[in-house]
């Protein structure tokens, strides 16, 4: 640990060893950035306006909403060890269906996938509550981690914490976070600067609030999705964005080791500004990419449209609506267009020959195909943009 006076916090006993109690925010010292970082914070306000303009046009289709959010989900996931990717959850629920993790504990899905479904689960759910007016609370805290854990088979947790702070102490490595009776106290100040703004930008604040989360780690399992997630819902909140197209997990799961060690510079040595310029950093960078991820899904729709719309062709009709369905089966296929069998083949068939759908199983019978072109924007790595 550094110096003591340097310690946003204090170290309380507790046994044979000691808890860290965080201060409440904002910090006791005023936070001080060079130009560079005012440049950078003007910048991710820029890209967040941006992204948030592709959510307008009312023609623009499902895949972005859903493909975008689901890349999230999908990288929130892996920071916590899922290996997941898009075949193997849309190939769930072409045969599963989409199912509420609120509603049921889906036998067929494996521990990651489940962990997906839930964070899409919960983060759509919490843009529903916010939407109808509701702030952010300890009650809303506690659905949102209920629809994130509900589930999930053998979830490293207490089996009585789901949707209720822990119960025993939880360490990260040797860093012991505030024990259970310490964390109401804790949350309390914590929603209530949520609620009342704090005395700077509100992108700085939502990630001071990012850290005083995940330092108090109030949950027995789940905290630090349900933190990512709730950057989302403050963002929202806030009006920087109008739909949660942004994937800011992917640039901590880039840089896991910067973001775990800017967090803990906090707690030892009170280093804000370090936390806070490589938090506003990776909001600027993934606005940035989600907007032109995004323009190249909207521009790869109007090319199918030019190529194929206004066909009456079976082969023509899916491929303009790949983008509502971009993961399929001929038996799916059938029932969209309302066709035949054999024609629904043919024109699965066609498309293959196109070039715009591949078969992703490698079988002789029950293929399931995926809109190659768009799986290639989604997929592409982030060090392309």
């Known amino acids: 640990m550094g110096d003591a006076n340097e310690v946003p916090g204090a170290y309380i006993s507790y046994g044979k060893t000691s808890y860290f109690k965080p201060d409440p925010l904002p910090p006791e010292s005023e936070l001080a950035f060079d130009a560079e970082f005012y440049t950078t914070l003007s910048e991710a306000t820029f890209w967040l306006g941006k992204l948030s303009g592709f959510s307008q046009p009312v023609d623009f289709a499902p ?16 920071i916590e060890g899922a290996e997941i ?26 521990k990651d996938i489940r962990e997906v479904l839930n964070y899409e689960d919960a983060l759509e759910w919490g843009i529903t509550r916010i939407e109808r007016g509701e702030e952010v609370s300890i009650d809303l805290l506690h659905s949102l981690h209920e629809r994130l854990l509900t589930g999930v088979p053998d979830a490293r947790r207490e089996t009585d914490t789901i949707g209720a702070f822990k119960t025993q102490p939880n360490h990260l490595g040797e860093f012991l976070p505030p024990v259970p009776g310490a964390v109401d106290g804790l949350i309390d100040a914590l929603v ?108 790869l729709q109007q090319r199918y449209v030019e190529q194929y719309g206004g066909d009456a062709r079976a082969d023509a009709r899916l491929a303009c609506a790949l983008f ?26 066609q498309l293959v020959a196109d070039g715009v759908l591949e078969e992703t199983t490698g079988n002789e019978r029950n293929k399931e195909y995926r809109a190659a072109e768009i799986f290639d924007v989604l997929e ?5 943009y």
Do not use: C
Not at 88 to 108: I, K, R
Not at 255 to 276: C, I, N, P
Not at 380 to 384: G, Q, R, V, W
């Open 63 to 78: 895949v972005l909403y859903t493909s975008l959010l689901r890349k999230e989900a999908m990288e929130s996931a892996e």
């Open 85 to 110: 990717n898009y075949n193997a959850l849309y190939s769930h629920e072409t045969h599963a269906g989409v199912q509420s993790a609120a509603e049921t504990a889906d036998p067929t899905a494996t």
């Open 192 to 299: 209530t600067y949520i609620r009342t703004g704090g005395q700077y930008h509100p992108l700085i604040d939502i990630a001071l609030v990012h850290y005083q989360f995940e330092t108090i780690h109030p949950y027995g399992d789940g905290n630090g999705r349900l933190g990512r997630l709730l950057i989302t819902l403050q963002l929202y909140e806030q009006g920087y964005l109008d739909t949660p197209t942004l994937y800011l997990s992917e640039y901590f799961n880039r840089f896991k080791s910067t973001y775990v060690d800017r967090l803990q510079g906090v707690r030892e040595r009170a280093e804000w500004e370090r936390w806070v310029t490589f938090f506003v950093t990776g909001l600027r960078h993934q606005a940035e990419e989600s907007v032109l991820r995004s323009a190249e899904l909207r521009d």
């Open 324 to 349: 509502e369905q971009p993961y399929l089966t001929a038996s799916l296929v059938e029932e969209q267009l309302d066709v035949s069998g054999p024609t629904a083949y043919r024109a699965i068939d």
């Open 380 to 384: 592409k790595p982030p060090e392309t």
